[in-house]
């Protein structure tokens, strides 16, 4: 499989039977301080976490996509997905009302996307997660956990690779944390100077490994 980050919180996964899935794109909006370009990828399925505009930008997506919300289970081809009731606050949805944490099976390598994340991990949750092979997780505070609840979590869940998302950087300017405050002082980081890494079950590595991707849009 291949996962491809376009930015903010959004990935393209790409399995090896050719099914296209795109998380939580977003709506591209200079004013808000969201400065990313419109993704605008021919996929199959698209999944949101919930309905802020830099999450849920469905509309501009050529094609009629499936688009994915809430508590489901489906499988397509060699990609199986289900989704688990979270927060995005810390206050079981009072602020900022819920979030779905997206996992996904892509040719044997198990993917979980946890949106916009608002609060640390219980063991309901993780007991649900399961084996966490790649982790997508947000780290720059700001309507989302920031980078200690983000160790916090990678420490509970154990996940083989991890790929930070939802951070700042020069498109976009308001959140609190950049992806350096992230990986300072860890081991075991790997910085591309590409947007996509391909990923194999059999090549995971032993020890949980970061990895910093390029944002594409």
């Given at each position: 499989m291949k996962i491809k980050w376009m930015g903010h919180s959004c990935f393209l996964l790409t399995s090896d039977q050719g099914v296209r899935l795109l998380a939580d794109p977003f709506h591209a909006d200079s004013s808000s301080g969201l400065k990313y370009g419109e993704v605008k990828e021919p996929v199959d399925l698209v999944t949101v976490s919930h309905d802020h505009f830099d999450h849920n930008n469905t509309e501009a997506l050529p094609g009629k996509p499936e688009i994915l919300k809430g508590h489901i289970n489906k499988t397509v081809k060699d990609v199986s997905i289900f989704g688990i009731a979270s927060y995005h606050d810390e206050t079981k949805g009072s602020q900022r009302g819920a979030n779905t944490i997206f996992c996904f099976d892509v040719d044997g390598v198990k993917v979980c996307h946890l949106g916009d994340l608002g609060h640390d991990l219980g063991k309901d949750e993780i007991g649900k997660m399961g084996q966490v092979d790649v982790l997508l997780i947000p780290i720059g505070e700001?309507?989302?956990i920031g980078?200690?609840?983000?160790?916090?979590i990678c420490r509970q869940v154990k996940p083989r690779m991890v790929i930070p998302m939802h951070y700042k950087t020069d498109q976009c300017g308001w959140l609190k944390y950049g992806v350096e405050d992230f990986?300072?002082?860890?081991?075991n980081v790997r910085k591309l100077s590409a947007s996509e890494v391909e990923i194999k079950k059999e090549t995971l590595p032993q020890q949980m490994e970061i990895i910093v991707l390029k944002y594409t849009c």
């Amino acid at each position: 499989m291949k996962i491809k980050w376009m930015g903010h919180s959004c990935f393209l996964l790409t399995s090896d039977q050719g099914v296209r899935l795109l998380a939580d794109p977003f709506h591209a909006d200079s004013s808000s301080g969201l400065k990313y370009g419109e993704v605008k990828e021919p996929v199959d399925l698209v999944t949101v976490s919930h309905d802020h505009f830099d999450h849920n930008n469905t509309e501009a997506l050529p094609g009629k996509p499936e688009i994915l919300k809430g508590h489901i289970n489906k499988t397509v081809k060699d990609v199986s997905i289900f989704g688990i009731a979270s927060y995005h606050d810390e206050t079981k949805g009072s602020q900022r009302g819920a979030n779905t944490i997206f996992c996904f099976d892509v040719d044997g390598v198990k993917v979980c996307h946890l949106g916009d994340l608002g609060h640390d991990l219980g063991k309901d949750e993780i007991g649900k997660m399961g084996q966490v092979d790649v982790l997508l997780i947000p780290i720059g505070e700001v309507f989302t956990i920031g980078v200690d609840t983000a160790d916090n979590i990678c420490r509970q869940v154990k996940p083989r690779m991890v790929i930070p998302m939802h951070y700042k950087t020069d498109q976009c300017g308001w959140l609190k944390y950049g992806v350096e405050d992230f990986i300072k002082g860890k081991s075991n980081v790997r910085k591309l100077s590409a947007s996509e890494v391909e990923i194999k079950k059999e090549t995971l590595p032993q020890q949980m490994e970061i990895i910093v991707l390029k944002y594409t849009c």
